[in-house]
């Protein structure tokens, strides 16, 4: 499965090329990527079999060298699928680079189409609650539980259950 995996993430996401003007950039057979780039930025597309086996997309803007993950830019949405792992079967890989796809072109065509403002202005509130989150988590990695916990408080409503758990972490004492 991974062998193929390049070609046919590839072959998905042609339509960056056809549709949006956008360069192959670079590509990695082991784990399988695929960078796409523009005048406004690159997307890049990655699928890591052996760690995860999920698909991800990174944005990356040229002017302000900001990245972000479509995963995280969905992830508050009630309907959003959240980020899939453990996807190892062809046929489910496949289904999964089409799914994301859809998603990309139809969350993020301003950023596709060149117009960063915009995108930044459609997700800014995922961008906040994103960046906080890695905030929160670097205060943890440093030992400031009280800064951390004051980090995950402010974003309370948009947890996910590592962000519950990390809350946990920060509040309980230490024996």
């Known amino acids: 499965m991974s062998a193929d995996a390049l070609p046919l993430l590839m072959h998905r996401f042609g339509f960056l090329v056809e549709r949006f003007g956008f360069v192959v950039s670079r590509t990695r057979a082991v784990p399988a990527g695929a960078w796409y780039a523009s005048a406004a930025g690159t997307v890049a597309v990655s699928f890591d079999y052996l760690r995860d086996a999920a698909v991800d997309v990174t944005l990356r803007e040229a002017d ?11 992830a508050a949405r009630p309907s959003s699928p959240g980020r899939r792992t453990g996807i190892r079967a062809p046929a489910a890989f496949a289904a999964e680079l089409d799914a994301v796809a859809e998603l990309l072109v139809a969350e993020c065509d301003d950023f596709l189409r060149g ?19 890695r905030l929160a988590l670097g ?28 809350y946990e972490r920060c509040v309980t004492p230490q024996a």
Not at 120 to 125: A, N, T
Not at 146 to 165: F, I, N, P, S, V
């Open 64 to 74: 302000r060298g900001e990245s972000y993950l479509l995963s995280e830019l969905v």
């Open 139 to 166: 205060e943890l990695r440093r030992h400031a539980p009280e800064r951390a916990a004051a980090l995950l408080g402010a974003m309370r409503g948009y947890w996910t259950a590592a962000d519950r758990d990390a």
């Open 115 to 133: 117009d960063p403002a915009a995108f930044r202005v459609r997700h800014r509130e995922a961008m906040l609650v994103a960046r906080c989150r």
